[in-house]
Nanobody, 115 residues
Framework: QVHVVESGGGLVQPGGSLRLSCAAS????????MGWYRQAPGNQRDLVAT???????NYADSVKGRFTISRDNAKNTVYLQMNSLKPEDTTIYYC?????????WGQGTQVTVSS
């Protein structure tokens, strides 16, 4: 089993920044793509950004130019640097880690953008 834990959410004013972190632990031998998704209550879970084990990235159009995903393979950790935050970025952010055919999710971290 792989455990996934997010951290770094919180309250920030519009235009501000936050950095989310996600660490994977447990039975790890070959982590593949890691990513961030977000989901508002009653809505589907949407992709924010993903990064492959080789560092190739993919972003949702709504966050391009504002968010940056990165990873530290030695620490089995993925980050999401969020700049120029908008009120519409407010929701719960979930980390996803893939290993072989399996996909693991964290519990989520709340991001609130409000003045």
């Amino acid at each position: 089993q792989v455990h996934v834990v997010e951290s770094g959410g919180g309250l920030v004013q519009p235009g501000g920044s936050l950095r989310l972190s996600c660490a994977a632990s447990g039975r790890i031998f070959s982590i593949g793509t890691m990513g961030w998704y977000r989901q508002a209550p009653g809505n589907q879970r949407d992709l924010v950004a993903t990064i492959t084990s080789r560092g190739s990235t993919n972003y949702a159009d709504s966050v391009k130019g504002r968010f940056t995903i990165s990873r530290d393979n030695a620490k089995n950790t993925v980050y999401l640097q969020m700049n120029s935050l908008k009120p519409e970025d407010t929701t719960i952010y979930y980390c996803n880690v893939r290993q072989t055919i399996y996909s693991y999710w964290g519990q989520g971290t709340q991001v609130t953008v409000s003045s």
